[in-house]
């Protein structure tokens, strides 16, 4: 009888895990996202997110495209699991899961590719572009998406945080995923006879890992411009939980009470008179313009501080919804100008679907009013100062803060309200991403929490002053206020939309490469079946 046997061309050996198990891949893939998970506070361990990137490409190497998508959601949740913690303190476990999961599945995406992406020449370029395709879907969908997690964002204390000036988080992330994945090809790298290392070709991939992580720190970050002094108040919340707006008249008297104190020090010459005063998102919950004791109240703290003050504010309308409203509180006119925020957080602020998710946890009735979105953004005047608004979970999004600069912004307000998370690592977590708000836009960020963490922080990324959580703090710095344009605010999108096209570019020479190898194997005799398995 005649043997048939197969002439094909040696295949790019596949070295990965020893015998390359399931087993050993599924923990290879566990590992990465608890690595993940350490590069962002409370550990901040920056180098373990490429450390992830790099264990999770090694699980990958040499499977199918369903074997990926599993270790991919398996990397997923030992990531978000642990990351989005906060989101079930007061809700349950259901939202948490939830939401970890739909994080987790975005990974599965990756996961499902990123074996023939890697397969291709440079492979490590195609698998670190298709990173940041997968993080754009990820801010956009469902429900207007969450961007919680991107890699940019456990930057906040690395070399890398410097290319946040040029290209933004889709820059930062790119570069963190190509890490990760030239380290794992150090680590796999063979000579084509598969008897011995490649000595200069891992030692290569592993000096171009380690440069293209330091390349960050070549960025220059300004700080020049004229200085103006600014404050930021922290009131505190009475009691923790979901209960915090129940508590609407104690938390405004908080902020009232603290203003004053800081006014009482610039009388006494204690503190320096502030040009502008941030309070925090829901410092009143209380609609200033429904009610005269409120607006009073107010009025009377702002002519006290002879300063304008950005309130935070739950405002009735428009119609049956409300308004997360940012105000500017001028002393002796009161208010003047307002920006309502445009991204309202799902299950937060509004809840789609309702009827659906009620199911998964009736808390959702906790929100008994949908917030409406608001439409535009202008820079908000506040004495010398040209504020750029963006109110909580909008922190995350690129265009949002991108949009604000562009409209006028010299100095960055993040207003926001933690009370919800108790005190967990969110906090800690959205500061990180504040600082790379400052370094990309190279702007002052003024952070105003209720309850912490509030800080102040350069336009370099360095934190001048912050706040400890759960406390009534008044924080005070004198601060650049910058016009300058960074490169990022003039690339706009184009980075990200670049590298994302160039991610499918990669998937179609991947899927291109695959039906090539299937033809030829069905030219020579190669079963279907076999066919598949190979590609």
Excluded at 59 to 70: E, F, I, K, M, Y
Excluded at 153 to 161: G, K, R, S
Excluded at 270 to 299: K, M, R
Excluded at 348 to 377: C, N, Q, T, W
Aim: include cysteine; charged fraction near 15%.
């Amino acid at each position: 009888m005649q043997t048939l046997t197969s002439t094909a061309p040696a295949r790019t050996p596949t070295v990965v895990l020893g015998a390359a198990v399931l087993p050993a891949r599924l923990l290879a893939a566990v590992a990465g996202g608890l690595a993940l998970n350490l590069a962002f506070p409370p550990a901040g361990l920056w180098p373990a997110a490429s450390a992830g990137v790099a264990l999770f490409v090694l699980s990958l190497r040499g499977v199918r495209a369903r074997v990926g998508a599993l270790l991919g959601l398996v990397c997923g949740l030992a990531f978000f699991l642990p990351l989005l913690h906060w989101s079930g303190t007061y809700v349950g476990a259901a939202p948490w899961v939830a939401l970890s999961t739909a994080e987790a599945g975005f990974l599965a995406l990756l996961g499902a590719f990123a074996p023939s992406l890697l397969r291709l020449p440079a492979g490590s370029l195609w698998f670190a572009a298709a990173w940041v395709g997968v993080e754009g879907l990820r801010a956009r969908v469902p429900f207007g998406g969450f961007p919680w997690g991107a890699l940019a964002f456990a930057q906040d204390n690395a070399p890398t945080l410097g290319l946040a000036a040029l290209g933004g988080v889709p820059l930062v992330s790119f570069v963190v995923a190509l890490a990760g994945a030239l380290l794992a090809s150090a680590l796999v790298r063979r000579s084509p006879n598969r008897r011995r290392s490649s000595g200069p070709a891992r030692w290569g991939a592993a000096l171009l890992a380690v440069a293209v992580s330091l390349l960050g720190a070549l960025v220059p970050r300004p700080t020049a411009g004229p200085k103006v002094e600014v404050a930021v108040v922290q009131g505190n919340v009475p009691r923790l939980g979901l209960d915090f707006n129940a508590q609407r008249a104690a938390v405004l008297e908080d902020h009232l009470q603290a203003t004053q104190q800081l006014a009482a020090k610039v009388r006494a010459g204690a503190a320096a008179q502030p040009a502008l005063v941030v309070w925090p998102e829901n410092s009143s919950d209380i609609d200033p313009f429904a009610d005269p004791v409120a607006a009073g109240q107010i009025s009377a703290v702002t002519d006290a501080i002879g300063a304008p003050v950005l309130v935070g504010a739950v405002v009735d309308g428009p119609g049956p919804y409300l308004s997360n409203t940012a105000i500017v509180w001028q002393p002796g006119r009161g208010p003047t100008q307002r920006y309502v925020k445009r991204h309202p957080a799902p299950f937060g602020e509004y809840i789609p679907m309702r009827g659906f998710f009620r199911l998964l946890s009736p808390k959702v009735d906790l929100v008994r009013r949908d917030f409406a979105p608001g439409h535009g953004v202008t820079a908000l005047r506040m004495g010398p100062a040209a504020v750029a608004p963006v109110i909580c979970f909008e922190v995350l999004y690129d265009g949002l803060v991108r949009s604000a600069v562009l409209a006028g912004g010299t100095i960055i307000a993040v207003q926001t309200n933690s009370a919800t998370f108790g005190r967990s690592a969110e906090s800690a977590q959205q500061l990180a991403v504040a600082r790379l708000r400052a370094v990309e836009h190279a702007r002052t960020v003024l952070a105003a929490s209720t309850v912490g963490i509030s800080a102040i922080i350069s336009p370099d990324g360095t934190v001048l002053t912050r706040s400890k959580i759960f406390t009534q703090q008044v924080l005070e710095a004198r601060v650049p206020l910058r016009s300058e344009l960074t490169v990022a605010d003039r690339l706009g999108g184009w980075p990200e939309a670049l590298l994302s096209a160039l991610g499918c570019l990669g998937v179609v020479l991947a899927g291109t490469r695959w039906m090539r190898e299937r033809r030829g194997a069905g030219r020579r005799g190669v079963g279907r079946r076999e066919g598949w398995r190979r590609g």
